[in-house]
T-cell receptor, first 115, second 111 residues
Framework: EPEVTQTPSHQVTQMGQEVILRCVPISNHLYFYWYRQILGQKVEFLVSFYNNEISEKSEIFDDQFSVERPDGSNFTLKIRSTKLEDSAMYFC?????????????FGPGTRLTVL | ELKVEQNPLFLSMQEGKNYTIYCNYS?????LYWYRQDPGKSLESLFV?????AVKQEGRLMASLDTKARLSTLHITAAVHDLSATYFCAGPQGGSEKLVFGKGTKLTVNP
């Protein structure tokens, strides 16, 4: 069964460093998303991406964040200068069709720890 | 802005018992999702409820959706230890790409 994959599974970084989290969405999906979950809290939407551009972003997704689809398979989330509060689990998701009414399939997550 | 409220947030129950987790949401929606999350793991899709009155069952879990009451329930029948996990409900934010999640219910099933 097709699934969303993410790498790395765990990333440890120093405050102020740049990190890139990678995702490979399901191959025939066209809509991609990033969510995050701070430890013990609920899952929060960060950004959605379609046709090589951001379609929607939350207030969390500030100028420190960027997303990119560098090739036909990968979808990345970059945090330019990490802060302690960026420590969280980051989930990538993809869907065949757009809009929140279409089921989104989640990857296994990347746990980011900022020291 | 859609708000999704789950209760209880913590649930400790004994094996063999039944219980229900409730998910209330604030704006009209005819779709609701339930996910399971094991510690440190991803969100596993359990149920997609697509219309008013929808009921789905998988093993010891049964989910239902009442769009008029803006309520979804996840019923656990004869709980077993393997069901211990955190359960999230999520609803679509109308006119948006995002799913809005509840805070989750951490279920612990004790032998």
């Amino acid at each position: 069964e097709p699934e969303v994959t993410q790498t790395p599974s765990h990333q440890v970084t120093q405050m102020g460093q740049e990190v890139i989290l990678r995702c490979v969405p399901i191959s025939n999906h066209l809509y991609f998303y990033w969510y995050r979950q701070i430890l013990g809290q609920k899952v929060e939407f960060l950004v959605s991406f379609y046709n090589n551009e951001i379609s929607e972003k939350s207030e969390i997704f500030d100028d420190q964040f960027s997303v990119e689809r560098p090739d036909g398979s990968n979808f990345t989330l970059k945090i330019r200068s990490t802060k302690l509060e960026d420590s969280a689990m980051y989930f990538c998701a993809s869907s065949e069709y757009g809009g929140s009414y279409n089921e989104q399939f989640f990857g296994p997550g990347t746990r980011l720890t900022v020291l | 802005e859609l708000k999704v409220e789950q209760n209880p947030l913590f649930l400790s129950m004994q094996e063999g018992k039944n219980y229900t987790i409730y998910c209330n949401y604030s704006t009209t929606s005819d779709r609701l999702y339930w996910y399971r999350q094991d510690p440190g793991k991803s969100l596993e899709s359990l149920f997609v409820l697509l219309s008013n009155g929808a009921v789905k069952q998988e093993g010891r879990l049964m989910a239902s959706l009442d769009t008029k009451a803006r309520l979804s329930t996840l019923h656990i029948t004869a709980a077993v230890h393997d069901l211990s996990a955190t359960y999230f409900c999520a609803g679509p934010q109308g006119g948006s790409e995002k799913l809005v999640f509840g805070k989750g219910t951490k279920l612990t099933v004790n032998p």
